[in-house]
């Protein structure tokens, strides 16, 4: 799949079948759009084209206004959600900055200059709820009428159920929210995922292995941190996890995962308050050494929820907590498959 950022690159394939929308988490719903995208594409001999924003318009508007909690948090990262529409086949995606511009540009402006002017589209697929333009005054039916001016087919597709429920980001995030981790998965047709380069943490494992007798690697851990800048990432989940790891061996490696700000920790720390994803394997590939992973891009598959953050007051208290997690880990991992 080719990326481009923003509409002015001479790589960009003009005549495209398009469609329009964040994706965030690319579930069943983005999955069955883009399916029907690809066989509208090959119908046409067209390539088949993503438009996506970053930031997330929302967190434009509560940037703006000042009030971060408008802004809704995310199911996957920038690079997730690239790979997952890369995964479903699509030929290229564009992502438009959503700055002032964008956000004041008037619909019929943006039907002109992107869609006609810019990208010669062939055909646009939008959702049902599909609004654009300054104060969401475009619609489906606007898009249809000028659709039919500038020579381009619309086509609309209805809200995709699953056992009666309407798939959509919003059924998602409020199943991470609440850690019903299997029901997620069910919206996202695969477990829920958070991929990255591990990165060099506090080496707070190492300083566990004193409180951790018969520990001497203490607590290995594999980091991901997420970004510091504005609209940085804030995920739909939060909490203690049991996950699989998927990229250091031939078997993804079972494991127990922090996601969060670590509240027991001191917020001047080498994380700086900032999200991260502590993954603990419960079983280290020797082939890797102490070292090994830094540097390796991993996928985590957050199965299951064992409880939210928990403040620790010393050492010894994190450490017998980290113990009770492992623990439950392994036993909710024995009941599922029988070992370990």
Not at 95 to 100: D, E, R, T, Y
Request: net charge positive; glycine share 10%.
């Amino acid at each position: 799949m080719k990326i481009f950022r923003g509409l002015h690159h001479p790589d960009i394939a003009a005549g495209c079948a398009l469609t329009i929308g964040n994706f965030d988490g690319v579930h069943r719903g983005h999955q069955a759009m883009l399916a029907l995208l690809k066989s509208e594409a090959a119908h046409r001999g067209v390539p088949s084209c993503v438009m996506t924003f970053e930031p997330h318009p929302r967190d434009y508007f509560a940037a703006i206004q000042g009030k971060p909690d408008l802004a809704p948090a995310r199911i996957a990262t920038f690079r997730d959600k690239l790979a997952e529409l890369a995964r479903c086949g699509v030929d290229q995606t564009i992502v438009l900055p959503f700055n002032a511009k964008l956000a004041s540009q008037p619909a019929q402006t943006f039907i002109n200059d992107v869609l006609v002017a810019g990208l010669g589209v062939r055909y646009v697929l939008v959702g049902d709820d599909f609004r654009f333009g300054a104060k969401r005054a475009g619609d489906y039916a606007m898009l249809d009428t000028e659709g039919t001016a500038h020579g381009f087919d619309v086509a609309r597709m209805q809200s995709y159920e699953v056992h009666g429920l309407r798939v959509s980001s919003s059924a998602v995030r409020e199943a991470l929210a609440e850690g019903r981790m299997q029901d997620a998965a069910t919206l996202l047709g695969r477990p829920y995922s958070i991929s990255g380069h591990v990165v060099h943490g506090r080496k707070l494992g190492r300083a566990l292995a004193e409180s951790a007798p018969g520990r001497h690697d203490g607590f290995r851990t594999l980091n991901l941190r997420f970004s510091r800048r504005a609209h940085a990432w804030r995920p739909a989940a939060s909490g203690i996890f049991v996950v699989e790891v998927h990229g250091l061996a031939a078997q993804p490696l079972p494991g127990v995962a922090n996601l969060g700000v670590r509240p027991s920790l001191d917020p001047n720390d080498a994380n700086g308050g900032r999200v991260l994803l502590e993954t603990h394997c419960l079983q280290w590939p020797e082939h890797l050494g102490a070292e090994g992973a830094y540097g390796k891009i991993i996928r985590v598959d957050l199965l299951h929820k064992l409880h939210d953050e928990l403040r620790y007051h010393s050492l010894a208290a994190l450490t017998e907590g980290i113990a009770r997690d492992l623990a439950d880990a392994r036993a909710w991992l024995a009941a599922r498959t029988g070992r370990i």
